[in-house]
């Protein structure tokens, strides 16, 4: 604005010498022409004319032709239009992609693993007929062995398909006990057999005498000796208790005269007996009777099931050497003690079964004089309740030198106690040390570090993904987990098939 009295200036007046306006006179009385306007350029730089300088101080003003250059940055705003800038990489589907990639990897990777060592073991293990140059006798003769060296505890012999049939005493199976070289043959005798002897016998008879009195008549068993108390209680009767007895020296069956005057049938009003034994094999036991016909008199018969064990000598046994026999599942578990003759004559143990229910004797114990306690296991192939509780067998195990293998050359020998039948075809299993066995062995190990340590990548890739912005990236990376786990399963097979077979 002008000040009061005094016009406006062009802003392009020129200055007087002193700086002021001065009076009219000492003023020019030519405008000057306005500055050209500053040039930016990238390449040329930015050019201040001759009067631009002119007006600028001493100290700030450029020497003439000075140029400034430079670059200049592009601004992009609502008012000037951006400049174009290259694709974006957040993407969903480069997400997904990686994590389809990590995917396949980390499964084909232990897989590949593990079939390589599969096929690497199968590779080092052989199985073929052996070949036994025997003596005259049969007993002792010497073979070799195809491939070599053989790698320790792996050597095995036996007759067939090269399957070891546990429990079964004529099968010969021989194999290495690992470093020595020497051959061991697993010998397995029946120890002791189970089965029926004289099968249901008489325990105890019921019979009406006259109106209003009956009898119970108990008959002894094999352990029972003589002053052995029995006492019989009949659940449901008044009174329950019939009273107690004791064998005499002639083992007579025992009677006991019950009144039946307040029975309201002439049969008792149970089913179950209970025989109190209070002998050396002391405990009560049920039986459930028999109805003789005709019913109307009430002739009942309660039988036992008896069975019994028969003990063999084993490789152990002497003559005259003392067996004892128990059931420790059982009740009444002492079943005697026996003396094998000079023969080594077969020892029966009988035992009454009738309180046996579902089960068979699943364990036996036998002490052998004092050499301890052996426990045996059963071998059968159903499970029954007595009476038809299968016959059962059950076998001493152990085992025999018969034979060493070097395992560098392949070369063995055996020697027998007893020859093989003619018709026996022994077959070979072996592995042989063919190196790199450490790699083999952990192949399947090394194969799932690599999946955890591609898996950690994997996860520290997801989260540089949402801390850099690239929420698109991280979420396919997220997302791709469904589709990359199923599509690696489908290549997965396909490969295994291809270079495995499985």
């Not at 005259?136 to 399957?163: A, D, H, K, M």
């Not at 003396?339 to 046996?356: A, C, G, K, Q, R």
């Amino acid at each position: 604005m002008a000040e009061s009295g005094r016009e406006a200036s062009s802003p392009w007046d020129s200055p007087s010498n002193d700086g002021n306006s001065g009076d009219s006179s000492s003023q020019s009385t030519s405008t000057s022409s306005p500055p050209q306007p500053i040039i930016l350029s990238g390449s040329e730089g930015l050019s201040i004319n001759t009067d631009m300088q002119g007006q600028m101080p001493t100290e700030l003003a450029p020497s003439s032709g000075t140029t400034l250059t430079g670059d200049v940055g592009t601004i992009d705003s609502s008012v000037w239009v951006g400049q174009s800038q290259g694709p974006k990489k957040d993407s969903i589907l480069i997400g997904i992609g990686i994590t389809c990639v990590f995917s396949f990897f980390m499964m084909i990777v232990p897989v590949l693993m593990v079939g390589w060592a599969d096929n690497s073991w199968d590779e080092n293990w052989h199985q073929e007929t052996l070949n036994v140059d025997w003596d005259e006798s049969g007993l002792n003769g010497t073979f070799q062995i195809s491939n070599t060296p053989i790698r320790e505890c792996g050597f095995n012999i036996v007759n067939g398909e090269g399957y070891f049939y546990y429990d079964h005493p004529d099968f010969f199976n021989v194999y290495d006990d690992c470093y020595r070289g020497t051959l061991n043959q697993n010998k397995q005798d029946i120890k002791v057999q189970f089965g029926e002897g004289q099968g249901d016998v008489t325990r105890a008879t019921f019979e009406n005498l006259t109106e209003g009195e009956a009898m119970f008549t108990v008959y002894p068993r094999y352990y029972e000796q003589p002053n052995d108390s029995i006492g019989l209680h009949l659940p449901g009767a008044s009174p329950s208790e019939m009273g107690t007895q004791s064998f005499d020296e002639n083992m007579t069956p025992l009677e006991f005269i019950v009144n039946t005057t307040n029975w309201v049938d002439p049969c008792p009003q149970t089913e179950d007996l209970m025989i109190i034994e209070n002998g050396a094999a002391a405990g009560n036991v049920e039986y459930t009777p028999t109805q003789v016909i005709p019913y109307t008199e009430c002739h009942l018969i309660y039988t036992d099931y008896h069975y019994e064990f028969i003990v063999y000598p084993g490789i152990n046994d002497k003559p005259f050497s003392t067996i004892t026999l128990s059931l420790p599942e059982r009740q009444s578990s002492l079943l005697g003690s026996q003396n094998f003759d000079e023969s080594m004559t077969p020892l029966i143990f009988p035992v009454y079964t009738t309180d046996w229910d579902f089960y068979c004797a699943q364990e036996i114990r036998i002490r052998a004089g004092d050499q301890g306690n052996d426990w045996y296991y059963p071998n059968y192939d159903e499970w029954g309740s007595p009476p038809i509780c299968p016959d059962m067998v059950y076998y001493d195990h152990y085992e025999i030198n018969v034979g060493s293998i070097d395992y560098d050359s392949g070369f063995g020998e055996l020697f027998l106690t007893e020859p093989l039948e003619e018709d026996v075809v022994l077959t070979v299993s072996y592995e042989t040390d063919g190196g790199g066995s450490f790699v083999r062995d952990f192949g399947p190990c090394f194969g799932s570090l690599f999946s955890f340590v591609l898996f950690v990548v994997w996860i520290v890739q997801v989260v540089r993904n949402f801390q850099a912005g690239s929420t698109n990236k991280g979420t396919g990376m997220l997302v791709g987990i469904i589709p990359g786990v199923i599509l690696s399963f489908i290549s997965v097979f396909i490969i295994g098939l291809i270079l495995f077979g499985f």
